[in-house]
């Protein structure tokens, strides 16, 4: 079957292509924010594990148990953040690559490129809202440590 559109037409029915595959990208970008969640649980509670005689240590010089918490709690906001702005930065080059090369094809002649920022600082927020929420087991976990018995663990 011939279909015949106008450019205004083709255009259009392009950019409903468009706005069908953006909003496909935001049901991946919200699966990989569980995943992520779940990582970063892992890596803190693997983390404080691990480290259970430091912050035996830190505990015997005096560092409170919210101190521990806020330790915790700030590493995993920086690890959240880091991917996210890692995240963001190869997001806009692709869209910038991407982007360069259809725009000398005829049916996107017309791109430009749009960055949403308050987009993007809405997600770095929600990434960082994320790690702390993800660092509320782990911290707690670790402030609960007895000081003695984690100094003496191996």
Avoid: C
Avoid at 26 to 43: D, H, T
Avoid at 81 to 87: I, K
Avoid at 99 to 105: E, K, L, N, P, Y
Wanted: charged share 15%; aromatic share 6%; no cysteine.
């Amino acid at each position: 079957m011939v279909k015949l559109q106008d450019h205004q037409a083709l255009q259009k029915e392009v950019t409903g292509s468009v706005a069908l595959l953006l909003n496909m990208v935001y049901g991946l970008l919200g699966m990989a924010l569980v995943i992520s969640v779940l990582s970063v649980v892992n890596i803190m509670a693997m983390s404080a594990f691990e480290r259970t005689q430091e912050i035996g240590m830190l505990r015997a010089i005096g560092m409170h148990r919210e101190g521990i918490k806020r330790m915790i709690r700030l590493e995993s906001i920086a690890i959240s953040l880091f991917g996210s702005v890692l995240g963001v930065i190869v997001g806009i080059f692709t869209a910038w690559a991407m982007g360069t090369v259809f725009s000398h094809s005829k049916l996107l002649s017309g791109y430009t490129m749009q960055i949403p920022w308050e987009r993007i600082l809405l997600f770095l927020v929600a990434s960082a809202a994320v790690g702390a929420l993800a660092a509320l087991w782990p911290a707690r976990r670790a402030a609960a440590l007895n000081t003695l018995q984690a100094i003496k663990a191996q």
